[in-house]
C-alpha cells in the first residue's frame, strides 16, 4: 500500500469517527431531553396529587366546620381563596367569615328581591297585556316602571302593581282584585310576560309610552283621564301622564298623539 492510500483510509476513518461521535452525542443530547421532560411531567403529577389532596383535605375542613358552626358550607367555601403558586402548589387563604356572610346573605336578598320584582311585572304584563303585540306588553311593562320612579306611587315594582289590592276598590291594576289570580299564567303567554319584564326592568329599548304613568283599554272612557295628558294610543290600550306645571298653568288636558 502506497503512502498516499494510506493518508486517505487514515482520512476516511477519521471522518467515520467524527461522524459517529456527533451521532453520539446528540443521542446523548436527545436522552438528555427526554430525562428532563420525563422528570418535569412526574414533578408536575406529583404537584397536582399535592394539590388535589389539598383540596380535598380543605373540603372536609368545610364540611367539619359546617357541622359545629352550622354555617352552610357554600359560604365556607367561597371565603377560601386559592391561588396557584409555580413553586409551593396550591395556596390557600382565608376571608374573615363574618364579612363573607353578611355579603352573601346581602346579595341573596338582592337575588331573592330582584327575583319578586320581575314575577310582579311579568304577572302586570300577563294579565293586562298579554293577547297585545309586544310594544303593547313593553307600553304596560313601563307604566309600571315610570310609576316606581314617581313620588306618587310605592318605590318597588311588587308595591305598584299590587298598590289597593286588598281591597275590592280601590286597586291600581284590575287583575289583582278582580279574582284573575286564581287562574296561574302558563304557557307562550307567560314565558314571553317574563321577557318582556326582565327586558323591561334591564333598561332596553326607549319608553315607548312617553313617560306614561297611567293607561286604560279603548272600551272605557274613564273620568281621571280629563286631568292627564294623553300620550300614546297603542293597541288597545291608550296612554297618559301628569301635565307638566306649564300645561296646568296653559289649562292643557289632552295632547291627543300629536
Excluded at 48 to 53: F, K, P, Y
Excluded at 122 to 127: G, K, L, Q, S
Excluded at 144 to 151: A, C, E, I, Q
Amino acid at each position: 500500500m502506497s503512502a498516499v492510500e494510506r493518508m486517505d483510509l487514515d482520512t476516511a476513518r477519521s471522518q467515520q469517527k467524527q461522524v459517529a461521535t456527533a451521532f453520539h452525542l446528540l443521542a446523548t443530547i436527545l436522552l438528555g431531553i427526554a430525562v428532563i421532560s420525563a422528570l418535569h411531567f412526574a414533578s408536575m403529577r406529583v404537584r397536582a396529587q399535592d394539590e388535589n389532596l389539598e383540596t380535598i383535605a380543605l373540603a372536609q375542613r368545610i364540611l367539619d366546620q359546617e357541622a359545629t358552626t352550622g354555617i352552610p358550607g357554600y359560604i365556607q367555601l367561597a371565603s377560601q381563596q386559592l391561588s396557584a403558586n409555580g413553586e409551593t402548589g396550591l395556596t390557600v387563604g382565608t376571608r374573615p367569615l363574618n364579612d363573607l356572610y353578611a355579603e352573601t346573605s346581602a346579595l341573596f336578598d338582592g337575588i331573592s328581591r330582584r327575583s319578586s320584582e320581575l314575577d310582579c311585572l311579568a304577572e302586570a304584563v300577563y294579565y293586562e297585556a298579554r293577547s297585545e303585540p309586544r310594544v303593547g306588553q313593553m307600553a304596560v311593562a313601563q307604566v309600571v316602571l315610570n310609576r316606581v320612579d314617581s313620588r306618587h306611587w310605592p318605590n318597588t315594582i311588587c308595591g305598584v302593581v299590587y298598590q289597593g289590592s286588598e281591597r275590592r276598590t280601590g286597586c291600581q291594576f284590575t287583575f289583582t282584585c278582580d279574582g284573575s289570580l286564581e287562574r296561574a299564567p302558563y304557557g307562550r303567554g307567560w314565558r314571553n310576560a317574563v321577557e318582556v319584564a326582565g327586558l323591561a326592568m334591564m333598561g332596553f329599548g326607549e319608553d315607548v309610552t312617553r313617560t306614561a304613568t297611567h293607561y286604560h283599554t279603548v272600551a272605557v272612557d274613564p273620568i281621571w283621564n280629563d286631568s292627564l295628558i294623553r300620550t300614546r294610543h297603542i293597541g288597545t290600550h291608550i296612554f297618559y301622564r301628569f301635565p307638566n306645571w306649564r300645561e296646568r298653568r296653559a289649562g292643557v288636558l289632552r295632547d291627543r298623539d300629536a
